[in-house]
């Protein structure tokens, strides 16, 4: 066996499924190849295996010998991925198998998102499904479809789909922490529509790129303050066209609502003596983003080519509405929880802004666990935009998980930690969408607790899991599962 083939970790049986997994192409929208995979094995192992309208898939294995008086538990996961790569890079979600291999302490994938985020967790609940020697109770292993692009699967749940009084949501990315609440989330759609114009005679038409940027999870990293490709390339493209009369031809940066852009791309145009002036500012604003990032990116590229002439131009009026709106448009960390300063109450990722010769498109995505703040920040967001004449839309709104400090799942597994680990676990507020806010409204009575191995850059292609905190994870499980209390 390979070297860097990951079915050689332990646990083995764990490490072998997510490697199946990665086989299976799943990014988000995409659900058909990986449920099919899903209701295979479920029947394969002659267990009750149930699939709903949306693609959710429910697997159910009794207890086994001695575990039949304990509450049933619903281990919980999603089922896609988040599809990143760089622009460098050939991959094709839909039909490539993700290429997973070992580095050092941790398991990566070759330039694309990993999908340990949530492909460990599933790989988790499958390993107990197939298990013929591990302790457990009544046992629903319930996988959720699309829960990336916006929760989909656990917002089609229908009622009486789940028989547990327990859940257990396997993901979260940082090992020794149990979640217990997380951040609301809404979307915001804007639009700028326009009729291209002509290209001004003797102009020529230039390309700019911005890449290099680490991005990473909207939720998660967006702590970390991290450079975000669209706001930067919009502080470029505010002075090339306030004093140096470049034009604006189309714009694409970002990629996907909840994945920090890291990477942008602009075709300007500028009257032909003014290339040099362009080129000086191309430099100037590299050494001034990387500057600015030093501590926070590992090097920012901001480059520029001749290219084509393009078929036409934005409207000046539209071009500069956009600039304006999309550097007045806050992003990033909002406010923090005043309880809990370390912790982000309220943030904003503008994500993706593009154009394609009739229409811009920005999505942006909304976070907070105070639903007033969430509505504060959407007010300010709008107001921007249509301030610049855009139409701006809200969807895809979903609640937060408001913490239980008393939830008795959350007593039982700091004891099990403490008693495995020799130290308690770190009780969490995540600013991030989990499942359990939306699973938490079609099952109010629920006792809900989320934990997982540490993940690191989750959406981007950085990506990676570490491997002894898998270990650590699983052993966890196993032993939170012994003592499950028994039914009422």
Known sequence: MDANDIRQLNPKALWNNFHRIAQVPRPSGKKDEIGRFLVGFGQSLGLETLQDEIGNVLIRKPATPGMENRKAVILQAHMDMVPQ??????????????????????????????????????????????????????????????????????????????????????????????????????????????????????????????????????????????????????RFLREAVAEYEARLASIDGGSLRNAIPREAFAVITVPADGIDDIIGLVEEYRELFNNEYRHKEAHIDLNVEEVPLPDGLMPEEIQDDLINAVTACPDGVFRFIDDVPDIVETSNNLAIVKSNGSAIEIKSLLRSSVESRKEELADMIESVFSLAGAKVEFTGGYPGWAPNMQSPILQTMKKVYLQKFGKEPKVMIIHAGLECGILSTHYPKMDMISFGPTIRHPHSPDEKVNIATVGKFWEYLLATLEEIPVKA
């Not at 319930?142 to 989909?152: A, H, P, Y």
């Not at 990315?173 to 529509?193: K, P, S």
């Not at 909207?218 to 919009?234: E, T, W």
């Open 85 to 234: 790569k760089n622009s460098d890079v050939q991959h094709d979600f839909e039909k490539d198998p993700i290429k997973a291999y070992i580095d050092g302490e941790w398991v990566k994938a070759q330039s694309t998102t990993l999908g340990a985020d949530n492909g460990i967790g599933l790989a988790a609940a499958l390993t107990l499904l197939e298990s013929k020697d591990i302790p457990h109770p009544d046992l629903e292993v319930f996988v959720t479809v699309d829960e990336e692009t916006g929760m989909f699967g656990a917002f089609g749940l229908q009622p009486n789909f789940l028989q547990g009084e327990i859940l257990l949501n396997l993901d979260s990315e940082d090992e020794g922490e149990l979640y217990v609440g997380c951040a609301g989330g809404l979307d915001a759609n804007i639009t700028f529509r326009y009729r291209e114009e002509a290209v001004p005679e003797g102009d020529v038409a230039l390309k700019v790129s911005l890449t290099g940027l680490k991005g990473g999870h909207s939720g998660m990293d967006i702590v970390l303050q991290r450079a975000n490709a669209n706001k930067l390339m919009f």
